[in-house]
């Protein structure tokens, strides 16, 4: 299997599992994006996973925006980041990047 290959299973594993999460919420809490951010800094652990996946996103946005005519158009991933996260996001980026270069 190629590295790009990888990239491609690493997204599509990065949308479903994270969604799956999303849904088992939704089902049981209704959507309440209040109770989900307060889920998200529910204990030490959550707050310090959310805090990481934060700081990774601001600096995977950073690294898109500085790649200009290097990089794919930043604004599709940074959709995926928001709305899924960044465990799609990141793969989906680098297996389109591999494309391109």
Known sequence: ???????????????????????????????????????LFVNGAAGGFTADLLISSFVFWIYMFSKKQNGPKPWAFIGLNLCIGLSCALPAYLWVASKES
């Open 1 to 39: 299997m190629n590295l790009r290959s990888i990239y491609l299973v690493g997204a599509i594993l990065g949308a479903v599992i994270p969604v799956a999460f999303f849904v088992s919420f939704i089902m049981a809490e209704g959507f309440d994006l209040i109770a989900f951010v307060q889920g």
